[in-house]
């Protein structure tokens, strides 16, 4: 079976091919696992991946609380998508606790 031009990323079982004896070959990213790939798929699919890459973090915000716990959250872009099977994107966010402390705080009102 030809992966001609038929690649897919990750897990696809709708990305297949006629192999031999009336067999399924596959051309999607996750047939190098399961050992079930058609026999052009590293010079048709892997060649052509594209990992995901991604731009340095953003400044952390905020407390999200100006007394007491709370969080804060910082982000990231994408700056290249995975393509063809290439690497998936890590994580665009994170969050971690903070205290606020804002000057009014503990004062009576």
């Known amino acids: 079976g030809s992966c001609r031009h038929r690649c897919c990323p990750g897990r696809n079982n ?55 716990a709370g969080s804060r959250a910082r982000s990231r872009q994408v700056t290249v998508p995975p393509r063809h099977g290439g690497e998936p994107c890590p994580d665009l966010k994170q969050r971690r606790g903070c205290l606020g402390q804002h000057p009014t705080c503990g004062t009576a009102k």
């Open 14 to 68: 709708a990305c297949w091919a006629p192999g031999a004896r009336r067999a399924h070959c596959y051309c999607d990213s996750y047939c190098q696992r399961t050992g079930d790939c058609c026999q052009d798929y590293l010079a048709t699919c892997r060649r052509a991946a594209v990992g995901c890459a991604v731009g340095p973090w953003g400044p952390w915000s905020g407390c999200s609380s100006p007394c007491g």
